[in-house]
């Protein structure tokens, strides 16, 4: 949204310099006379200061609504728009709400919201915006909005107070911290464009309706989006932030590589790792490596024989060289998981019991399964593409092709493995092999998703059912905003039933490795959002 035409052509110039690959200038004034040597050096700083940061992304964006978006476009809302709170590893920060607080049994949630915040708009940011922005996600019921589920209703006690009350107890901070299905929008604003369809029209078309320090400035999903900064933000500005954050999308992995290094982007991730090295001694960029909160799955189809048997089940997981496939797939920027949830988040427990390597003992529970010499097949699906599960499956395939197990690999495109995991279990895949990270941080976002019964298949793609462990969590999710540790040990001991029935193997959680030319500093990688640049941190060198 330009406010005057000027402004706009300034603009038009700083992007034109960006997309060439070099930063920005401020501009500075001819002097009379000539300046002196260290003159010359100050003036030469002061115009190299950029003031446009590009982040090089490997996927197309999908849709700007922050009530359906569950994909790419992460990386863009959380600049764009602001959630009630925000997550951090370190624990949750205020953002719109500055404080909040709870009944005892964490069945009513009270949230204290920050004044003086301005959505692009211009209009004030009030109790009633979170209210319409909750119930239209709610309403609309795609996306994340299942995270809303414990709400039973939302009440506006002031124009900077709300309460939610809630059908079962829920860390309601937590949730409201979410990725996914959290931000506020400008209900005044978008109210007027009509219903929900046409606001998801509207949105799409590059425009939005947030709070955050960034507009949407330029949209175009298979190319690039351009963000500008919001000069009225509540959080204010200083001289070294940058004006203008462009998310350049660009496939090729050794391209972005090459771009980085020469600073025609700033920052990268998903690089060739055996280049990593190599990038950590180049004096032009930062190698930050953080814990993720990703995990990758082999799911075991639990119904159809011969895994409908535990003890074939917990032989494939012994049959698999943990440490090997870190360094081989990873090579070592990550770790061998510790059960199904990732280190740093509640419910990872170092001490869990979990499979290691031993074929030997592989070969005992095959026998004792009557399966003494293997002599079944598998059929293994990945998704296409991604070479770390290609090598994964490899893998898989040669360890237990040792017991005498044929593994029939089948790479496809995610729409036809998902299909074929959707159709019926007994025709399904034997092993599905995939990534997950959490919706928001809790335990529950895994152990639900993927291992929690269902009637209608979903991401259980185990097919798995234990009423015991599903009670577990439902009773652990509910204590989390209220009894933290009781909640931990009634986690601990669902993942231990799950050790012990083995319905998928637990292989890695990769890290997240990001490089950053020098010319940028202040990034940190938020492992609750994932593959988020939070431009409003980063500083120019």
């Known amino acids: 949204m330009r406010k005057l035409l000027s402004v706009g052509f300034v603009i038009a110039l700083i ?39 590009i982040y090089g992304y490997v996927s197309e964006m999908t849709t700007l609504d922050p009530s359906t978006e569950f994909s790419n476009s992460i990386i863009i809302l959380p600049n764009v728009y602001e959630c009630l709170v925000k997550y951090t590893p370190e624990g949750l920060k205020p953002w719109l709400a500055t ?13 204290h919201l920050r004044k003086g915040v301005k959505f692009h708009s211009g209009n004030e940011l009030t109790a009633e915006d979170v209210k319409w922005s909750i119930e239209r996600t709610v309403r609309m019921g795609l996306g994340a909005s299942f995270i809303w589920d414990p709400v039973e209703s939302i ?34 604003l978008l109210s007027k464009i009509g219903d929900d369809e046409t606001i998801a029209d ?35 500005w200083s001289d070294d932030q940058f004006d203008i954050a462009i998310i350049k999308i660009v496939p090729d992995a050794s391209l972005r590589e090459q771009m980085v290094a020469s600073g025609e982007i700033h920052i990268a991730r998903d690089l060739p790792l055996d280049d990593i090295p190599k990038l950590q001694q180049d004096p032009n960029v930062v190698v930050k490596q953080k814990s ?3 995990e990758l799955y082999a799911m075991l189809n639990t119904r159809k024989p011969p895994l409908d048997n535990k003890l074939v089940r917990q032989a494939l997981s012994y049959a698999v060289p943990y440490e090997d496939i870190v360094k081989y797939v990873l090579h070592d920027y990550g770790k061998a998981a510790k059960g199904p949830i990732p280190p740093g988040m509640l419910g990872y427990f170092e001490d869990l019991k979990t ?46 092709g040792k017991l005498g197990i044929d593994v029939e690999i089948r790479p496809m495109n995610w729409e036809q493995q998902w299909a074929l995991a959707k159709s019926d279990p007994m025709k399904a895949q034997d092993v599905f092999i995939f990534y997950w990270w959490p919706t928001y941080p809790t335990p529950y976002d895994f152990l639900f998703s993927m291992f929690h019964s269902e009637d209608e298949i979903n991401f259980n793609l185990a097919y798995y059912s234990n009423p015991e462990f599903d009670e577990l969590i439902d009773k652990a999710v509910a204590l989390e905003g209220t009894n933290i540790e009781k909640a931990k040990d009634l986690y601990r001991k ?20 990001y490089v950053i030319h020098k010319s940028v500093k202040g990034f940190e990688a938020n492992p609750g959002y994932p593959q988020v640049v939070f431009f409003y941190d980063l500083r120019a060198t």
């Open 15 to 53: 992007l034109a310099i960006a997309i060439s690959g070099c930063a920005g200038t401020n501009k500075t004034t001819e002097p009379s006379t000539p300046p002196s040597e260290g003159a010359k050096e100050e003036t030469k700083k002061v115009e190299s200061k950029p003031n446009v940061v």
């Open 99 to 111: 404080s909040w607080e709870s009944n005892e049994d964490g069945t009513e949630w009270i949230f």
């Open 155 to 188: 009440e506006v006690v002031d124009d900077y107070t709300i309460k939610f009350k809630l059908k079962y107890p829920a860390n309601l901070p937590l949730i409201a911290s979410s990725s996914y299905g959290a931000y506020i929008m400008d209900s005044k």
């Open 202 to 236: 509207y949105l799409n078309k590059g425009h939005d309706a947030g709070s955050g320090p960034y507009t949407i400035e330029k949209y175009e999903p298979k190319t690039e989006v351009v963000l500008k900064k919001f000069d009225e933000y509540w959080g204010g």
């Open 292 to 294: 993720s909160y990703q």
């Open 355 to 400: 499979y290691t390597y031993d074929p030997e003992k592989a070969k005992e529970l095959l026998e004792q399964a009557g399966y003494p010499n293997g002599g079944f097949k598998l059929v293994l699906t990945y998704t296409n593409g991604d070479e770390a599960e290609a090598k994964v499956a490899e893998i898989l395939k040669a360890e237990w």
């Open 494 to 513: 669902a993942e231990e039933i799950l050790m012990e029935d083995a319905p998928a193997i637990f292989l890695y959680s990769p890290d997240d490795v």
